[in-house]
């Protein structure tokens, strides 16, 4: 981060340009009015039920002033007028495509017939993998085709695309085209793959301490992870507009706009020039638009560039279930042993992660697997092997956490079994193990620097009455028949930055135009999580103008190339961190005229004489070079960019004569006119990461997001039907840029985590086919299914140096904490005489009734 | 992950698929008008009865669609035919909310706006009524206190369903004021009316916060703008006329004011007709290509078939009564019913399907059919023979023949379904597990009611039925254990081992599926568990009788 020399913002919003644009949007568009707003609600008590900031140093500690803006695009949201990729209006001469996927797990294609397409009216073509230039990609391993060839290699594989005038016209196609298979073996488990060797990559391994330490006590089993649907609400969609001279403009609803840039002009066998990508916003992405959305913007792409006419692709949410890869599911052995008092002696574990048909995200997720299976616990002697295992599914891919969830279910759930054996309460063994001073170093080598864990759980153990409601729960579990309690309180440690390294770097491109306004573009998708009101904030913050007046655009491969996914939590620590070096380059700039201007007679300005040129240009003396400590200390004068306003006072003075003034739209104005940039692009990378992935060793993350939450369920002692009663989660989220965007992360990431550990159940067929494909059998949390009380808190934290400013990633980490409606399910199971245990998640109706009436004739 | 090979796509429906030929089809019909075998639609219709055209107001304008729009899903149509992309489609199956509209019905008691499904709702549907979408709710540049509320409390984040949030939201401020409604309750109500609405992003934590709120402003309320006299005026003199839509080479849409008329459509039309109640489930099936009817046969302007009765013992729904309306009127009658019907479907789909519907359906899960079973409900079925109107009675418990197959002919209708109020002596218990508990299609339920004979300190029970959902091809009542209950004398320990008993010989009766929702030996499990459940509560009662 830059930092300008003696410069100093602030924020502000009476600026006259703001106070004419409020006017202006009133009158053009919706915009809401605070008068009348005001009066109706009280934003302070309509979060204070739900989600409380803790402040214990009090309110003024930290920058609130911007810290709960909405969204920059709610009041659209609202009104339906934000534009999503189908939105956008048809053109003349549009086709609508359609994909025709393989119907079976793996075979040979024999023959793909479209002859019956032809005698439909409007249907206008067919490509397959013949018509492909470069036909493979992937986003770690270049292993698998855009368009299957000779082979398919899971249920839902891109066989052909045809399009037409119409969207009926263009499915009726597809159902025409016959594609004839001969099966081959397939393999469609994880058990299947080991049996078979069908691996991805090697074995990795992370391991530290003696292999042969033990402990007293052991606790080994088998846990078994099923994957989960990102159930996105937009299903995957892409618009391509073919402009002149082979120039494919490509809408695509991508969370890496990069890559898929790259892999369409691949696959057309176009250079990455002659592709651009556009992002607005996602409908949702959590990480399923991250590498697959690639490929299918390529079939739309392909499509109008073989047509030369604008075309259309939007999956059905049916086809998006059935097509793209999920979660991985995982199998996990593990064998771990520890003292009488619940202290970890050492864990051996090993991971088996299912790919499905091809590596996509695999390796990298089983990665971060690995490097979470410590969570928020020391343990000294550990062994964790991966193996990422090659099946006949869909290609599994990213989902928020990453991998980090397997291993930290793991992990919570050995608590939970050392407690049941040793008869202590499951908390005492947490914090036993727990990071802590002197037990502070992760079993890749990396120091848990400014390390929250021990007073988040000693804050939340008081705060959501532990010990009274375990109480409770006891007497209460003794003393009902039909439903049984469980209360469990665990927590996360979540490592943020992409564990490799390259993909941590970032770029912004900020404009300032003439009137003062600010347009800001990142290689950040806004898809909900709010980077763009973030970055705005930070923007606004810097210029001292108000927020309406920073304009964020659309994710665009023009103005931000080689840009990284928005993914790993990471879009505004690099992205943000790029706007503010581009913005502390142009306020450097800006403050030295500033204070030359001061020292100008106004009718010398430029303003007034550059058109007539009868005053000499003013110029910069010195170069820039925002590094540069000797030019800030030999600076005579501080500036500061407030209120819409630009103050300068000269040291030599500063007791004589009133400070110097100028509207910020003003001096820009004065900048263009000396001819001096007011835009700005700069480059940010994380600094210090060095993990080396062969030795399993590094420094792995710049900093770690951390958080506790204790769940409290009830479980129907007949059905197996789970409620949630209860939530606390207390979060360490450092010095957030805006606290209500946050907990919107924290609550919206718990719930999902919530559902993958309970409702969400992928249920195949033999041959692949996911049967469970929409939202009729696939069961993501309702409103009735969100804890009966809800609570959420932040703590104070403004002890991160990693990360500017202070703050802390926040998009993934809490859906890490769901994991405690499943520990509180183990909870409740365990308060039975049989300590009844379930190793599988998600822990169903069926799951638990299972495990609690073994005795009821299962034969599966 | 467990593999299983059967799929069951079962949901509340209203068609009825041509599977029972009747012997005198042929014979009648050569006694109808001879002008309806050949010749175009609309002469065949005309000579029927008087028709007038779709018409509808979508946000306050009068809408007339073309007959190849009155075929198109409302969702569809709104996004891609009126440039209104801000209703969005996400899983066109009535099961997320995202393409929430309201609409108000002159057809119904009540005229408030309520919140569908657009995705299922065929613009035919909408014929007069008055229709608003999220374009339709600020009041010029100023956002509504549904929209202010839910942007003050971030209530959005990828913005996808927030339209249909907003939407749900704003058929709640319709339907009662927020002021009354008691603080400690806001949260609950609010809960239940957002029952029908996916949220990926928020964790619905904000949403609520929106909803608990959001103020009354009756600046805002859509019945002054949307539900005008001239409005009300207008739509009023269209209900309740036959309209028709449709040519030679697409559908035919017919929606006759007399039953009659219905019946002779149905029973001429040789192609495959489908019957819409509300098009909930049907609609799921033209979205994803697996029905394609050439002919709807609407019957919401069918004024017979809207009234709903309750007598002293009994209660009678008509063909095009909503699950909401069943709803309202089963309050203070049976309450168990009202259990059932509030975690069963979302407000949407109440809103529109109907209790015959789910009955037509005939899915062998039921959602209302095990309660009705135990209800002792009777359908009446109406088709045309020998140029009349020929009425039938047929007790629920004989209507399913098999799998998604029922007693009522090709030519037939579901006129109404009448059943039993409970008597003051009955104690009935209605069971459903679903994957998740709300929105959700029953893995298996089961109805049981007793009605309960006291006398000499101890209980015998009278008339006991039993009836199960998701066991086997069809919901069915289980004689042979009703048949061992009747006249057995209860205590709280005869009454475990009379339940015991039951869910062994049941379990051995039934052989169950296993599906995505689950395995065979989960539903058997159930069953035992069930009926422990019952002894359980049955006990309560019991005791609370004084019973030893």
């Not at chain 1, 000269?650 to 004065?670: C, G, M, R, W, Y």
């Not at chain 2, 299609?441 to 007793?450: G, Q």
Request: a positive charge; hydrophobic letters at 35%; proline letters at 4%.
């Amino acid at each position: 981060m830059t930092t300008s020399p003696n410069t100093k913002s602030a924020d502000g919003d009476c600026s006259e340009l703001a106070e004419s644009r409020r006017k202006e949007a009133k009158r053009r568009s919706l915009r809401p009015v605070n008068e009348h707003f005001s009066s109706t609600i009280n934003a302070e008590s309509a979060n204070s039920k739900q989600s409380l900031v803790k402040n214990s140093k009090g309110q003024n500690s930290r920058q609130t002033k911007a810290t709960s803006q909405p969204h920059d695009s709610a009041s659209t949201h609202v009104s339906g007028l934000s534009e999503y990729v189908d939105d956008r209006p048809e053109m003349q001469n549009e086709l609508h495509c359609a994909v025709i996927y393989s119907t079976e797990a793996h075979a040979r294609i024999l023959s793909i017939d479209a002859s019956e397409c032809n005698t439909l009216d409007g249907f206008v073509d067919i490509i397959t993998a013949a018509d492909v230039h470069h036909n493979c990609w992937g986003p770690i391993f270049k292993d698998q085709p855009i368009l299957a060839k000779d082979v398919v290699q899971y249920y839902g594989e891109i066989v052909a695309v045809v399009a037409a005038k119409t969207l009926a016209i263009a499915k009726l196609a597809a159902k025409r085209v016959k594609v004839c298979y001969e099966p081959l073996d397939c393999t469609m488990s994880i058990q299947e793959a080991i049996s078979k060797r069908l691996f991805i990559g090697g074995e990795r391994k992370i391991q530290r301490g003696d292999p042969y330490a033990k402990g007293p006590h052991q606790v080994t089993g088998k846990l078994i992870i099923q994957g989960a649907d990102h159930f996105y609400l937009e299903s995957n969609a892409v618009v391509v507009y073919p402009r002149e001279n082979r120039l494919l403009e490509v809408h695509s609803s991508s969370q890496h706009p990069t890559e898929t840039q790259h892999v369409v002009a691949e696959a057309c066998g176009l250079a990455f020039s002659d592709v651009i990508c556009i992002v607005k916003r996602l409908g949702g992405g959590f990480g399923g638009k991250e590498s697959q959305a690639a490929p299918i913007a390529a079939y739309c792409a392909l499509m109008a560039h073989k047509t030369n006419r604008p075309c259309r692709l939007i999956l059905t949410k049916d086809d998006d279930m059935i097509i793209t890869g999920k979660r991985n599911p995982f199998e996990i052995f593990y064998d771990c042993t520890f003292q009488d008092d619940g202290a970890i002696i050492s864990l051996d574990a090993k991971l088996y992660s299912d790919a499905g048909a091809y590596a996509d995200l695999s390796t990298a997720i089983m990665e971060r697997a690995m490097l979470h299976c410590d969570n928020a616990y020391f343990i000294p002697n550990i062994f964790i092997t991966g193996q990422v295992c090659k099946t006949n599914h869909h290609p599994h891919t990213a989902f928020r956490g990453f991998g980090g969830p397997k291993g930290v279910a793991l992990i919570e759930l050995i608590m939970e079994k050392i407690a049941i054996q040793i008869s202590i309460d499951a908390l005492n063994v947490r914090k036993r193990n727990m990071y802590r001073p002197s037990f502070d170093i992760t079993h890749y080598g990396q120091r848990v620097e400014n390390n929250m864990l021990p007073s988040l759980f000693e804050s939340l153990e008081k705060e959501c009455h532990y010990k009274a409601r375990r109480k409770e729960i006891s007497d209460w579990n003794r003393s009902h028949q039909s439903t049984i309690k469980g209360l469990s309180l665990t927590a996360v440690k979540f490592g943020i930055s992409f564990t490799t390294r390259f993909l941590n770097q970032g770029n912004a491109l900020v404009n300032i135009h003439r009137d003062g306004s600010v347009q800001v573009s990142t290689g950040a998708v806004e898809m909900g999580q709010g980077v763009n009101q973030r970055i705005a904030t930070l923007v606004s913050s810097e210029l001292g103008v108000p927020v309406d007046l920073v304009r964020m655009l659309s994710t665009s491969t023009e103005r931000n190339a080689n840009t990284s996914p928005t993914a790993a939590s990471s879009g505004t620590d690099i992205n943000g961190a790029a706007a503010l070096k581009a913005i502390g380059l142009i306020k450097e700039r800006l403050a030295k005229l500033a204070a030359i201007l001061s020292k100008t007679p106004k009718e010398q300005w430029p303003s007034q004489t550059a058109g007539l040129g009868t005053a000499p240009e003013i110029e910069l003396a010195s170069p820039i070079n925002p590094e540069s400590k000797e030019l800030k200390n030999k600076l005579d004068y501080e500036c500061l960019f407030s209120d819409g306003q630009v103050i300068v006072r000269h040291h030599s003075s500063i007791n004589t004569q009133p400070a110097f003034s100028i509207k910020f739209s003003d001096l820009v104005n004065e900048a263009y006119l000396s001819r001096i940039s007011v835009c700005e692009y700069s480059h940010f990378k994380i600094e210090n990461l060095g993990f080396n992935k062969i030795t399993g060793q590094g420094q792995a993350f710049l900093y770690f997001t951390q958080g506790v939450a204790a769940s409290e369920v009830e479980i129907c002692r007949y059905t197996g039907d789970v409620k949630v009663r209860r939530v606390d989660i207390l979060m360490d989220l450092g010095r957030p840029i805006n606290e209500a965007l946050d907990i919107g992360q924290v609550t919206g990431a718990f719930v999902q985590g919530m559902g993958w550990v309970t409702t969400e159940n992928l249920v195949y067929n033999k041959k692949g086919l996911l049967l469970t494909h929409s939202p009729s059998t696939y069961k993501i949390p309702n409103i009735q299914d969100t804890p009966r009380e809800f609570n959420v808190h932040l703590i104070d934290n403004d002890g991160n140096q990693a990360n500017f400013k202070g703050t802390k990633a926040v998009g993934e980490p809490p859906l890490l904490l769901g994991i405690s409606v499943w520990t509180a399910i183990q909870n409740a199971l365990s308060s039975s005489p049989k300590h009844l245990q379930l190793e599988k998640i998600p822990a169903t109706n069926e799951v638990i009734l299972r495990a609690m009436h073994p005795d009821l004739g299962w034969t599966i | 992950m467990r593999h299983v090979t059967t799929k069951s796509t079962t949901k509340k429906l209203m068609a009825k698929k041509k599977t029972v030929k009747h012997p005198i089809e042929k014979k009648s019909t050569r006694n109808l008008s001879a002008g309806i075998q050949n010749g175009s639609l609309s002469t065949r219709i005309s000579a029927n009865s008087k028709s007038s055209e779709i018409f509808f107001y979508l946000n306050g304008q009068e809408v007339r669609p073309t007959a190849e729009e009155a075929f198109m899903m409302t969702a569809d149509w709104l996004r891609k035919r009126k440039g209104m992309p801000g209703t969005k489609i996400v899983c066109a199956e009535g099961d997320c909310g995202a393409c929430t509209v309201l609409i108000a019905d002159p057809r119904k008691e009540s005229l408030d706006f309520v919140p569908i499904n657009s995705c299922v709702y065929l613009v035919g549907q909408l014929h007069g009524k008055s229709v608003v979408t999220i374009e339709g709710i600020s009041n010029g540049s100023i956002l509504s206190p549904v929209q202010n509320a839910m942007m003050k409390c971030h209530g959005s984040q990828c913005g996808y369903c927030t339209p249909g949030f907003v939407m749900a939201l704003t058929g709640l401020l319709e339907s009662r004021k927020m002021d009354n409604i008691p603080a400690a309750q806001k949260r609950k109500v609010c809960t239940n009316y957002l029952t029908g609405n996916l949220c990926r992003c928020t964790g619905y934590a904000p949403i609520l916060d929106a909803a608990c709120n959001m103020t009354d402003d009756s600046n805002y309320e859509l019945k002054h703008r949307y539900l005008n006299e001239k409005i009300i005026t207008t739509l009023k003199s269209n209900i309740w006329k036959t309209n028709q839509m449709g040519d030679k080479h697409g559908p035919t849409w017919y929606s006759p004011n007399q039953l009659e008329d219905a019946l002779k459509f149905l029973k001429n039309q040789k192609s495959s007709v489908k019957i819409l109640g509300s098009t909930t489930d049907l609609g799921v099936l033209y979205n994803k290509g697996k029905s394609q009817p050439n002919a709807f046969l609407s019957l919401q302007n069918i004024k017979a078939l809207h009234a709903s009765k309750v007598t002293p013992k009994q209660v009678q729904i008509g063909a095009q009564v909503s699950l909401e309306s069943v709803r309202g009127a089963m309050k203070n009658i049976d309450s168990e019913f009202v259990n059932l019907l509030n975690i069963f479907a979302s407000p949407q789909i109440k809103n529109v399907a109907t209790l015959i519907g789910n009955v037509a359906n005939g899915s062998p899960i039921g959602d209302t059919i095990p309660y009705l079973l135990v209800r002792n409900a009777i359908v009446y079925t109406s088709g045309i023979s020998q140029g009349k109107i020929r009425e039938r009675k047929i007790p629920l418990d004989k209507f399913y023949i098999g799998y998604k197959t029922s007693a009522l002919e090709s030519q037939e209708l579901i006129t109404k379904i009448t059943f039993d109020r409970p008597k003051a002596n009955n104690f009935v218990r209605h069971y459903k597990i679903s994957t998740r508990k709300d929105l959700d299609i029953s893995t298996m339920s089961m109805a049981i009611s007793l009605d309960c004979e006291f006398s000499g300190h101890q209980f015998t029970i009278k008339q006991p039925r039993i009836a199960i959902g998701g066991m086997g091809p069809t919901a069915a009542r289980i004689y042979s254990v009703e048949q061992k209950w009747e006249h057995q004398i209860l205590t709280k320990t005869t009454i475990l081992d009379l339940t015991h008993e039951t869910a062994c010989s049941i379990n051995l009766e039934l052989s169950p599926l296993s599906d995505h929702r689950g395995s065979a030996d989960y539903r058997r499990a159930l069953i035992t568990n069930f009926f422990s459940k019952f002894a359980s509560e049955f006990s309560q009662f019991l005791e609370s009788m004084g019973v030893p």
